[in-house]
């Protein structure tokens, strides 16, 4: 019985269920473009001491593979780019021993994460944080957040028939609203916890 909830992935689960054996946790993280998500699963990782994998180290592998510049892969990526990364996620998230971070992660892994967890904060924070990491002007990074946003979603819908939105396939929901860095760095590790103690 298929775990991933991306139907187009269920024959690759198939086939790699009868070779794999999941070692350890599968925890994933998932958010919008400055929502923290990174920061928290590198946190979450380095205290379970799993591995961590993110959505744009697996698109650096595959330009890498074809010999394309990633510049030049951002350009060009059609959805077998998307459909390749989404089978490596799965992949990852059946061997286990790993924090997978990506929008699509939870849904990719399904039922084979022992964790789905979906980051929220608002625009005006998410456009704070993404000006100061790309050092640009704060409305820029607004324009830039909500056409990727918009962008993404048609995307997986018309891939995946997926609502991105939809937040009811997470076990935990992170508001990142107000914590400090230091915070932000502790609240997610406590809530994995918290949640595989319950389990």
């Known amino acids: 019985?298929?775990?991933?909830?991306?139907?187009?992935?269920?024959?690759?689960?198939?086939?790699?269920?009868?070779?794999i054996k999941k070692k350890g946790l599968t925890i994933t993280v998932s958010g919008k473009s400055?929502?923290?998500?990174?920061l928290g699963a590198m946190a979450i990782a380095k205290a379970l001491k799993l591995n961590y994998?993110?959505?744009?180290?697996?698109?650096?592998?595959i330009a890498k593979e074809k010999g394309i510049d990633l510049v030049k892969m951002s350009e060009i990526r059609g959805p077998e780019i998307d459909h390749e990364m989404d089978?490596?996620?799965?992949?990852?998230?059946?061997e286990g021993n790993v924090v997978l971070d990506g929008r699509l992660t939870g849904w990719a892994a399904g039922d084979w994460a022992d964790v789905k967890i979906y980051y929220v904060c608002s625009m005006k924070i998410k456009a704070e944080r993404v000006a100061e990491r790309d050092n640009i002007p704060i409305e820029e990074a607004e324009e830039m957040i909500t056409k990727r946003d918009?962008?993404?979603?048609?995307k997986y819908y018309e891939l995946y028939?997926?609502?991105?939105?939809d937040e009811?396939?997470?076990?935990?929901?992170?508001?990142n609203e107000k914590l400090t860095k230091?915070?932000?760095?502790v609240v997610p590790v406590k809530l994995v916890k918290e949640f595989l103690k319950k389990k």
């Open 1 to 19: 019985m298929a775990k991933t909830y991306i139907k187009f992935l269920e024959a690759y689960e198939e086939e790699l269920s009868k070779k």
């Open 34 to 38: 400055g929502s923290g998500k990174s």
């Open 53 to 61: 994998v993110s959505a744009g180290q697996i698109l650096r592998n």
């Open 87 to 94: 089978k490596q996620n799965l992949k990852l998230a059946m």
């Open 150 to 154: 918009k962008e993404d979603h048609k």
């Open 161 to 165: 028939g997926i609502n991105s939105y």
């Open 168 to 175: 009811s396939i997470y076990d935990i929901i992170v508001n």
């Open 182 to 185: 230091e915070e932000a760095e």
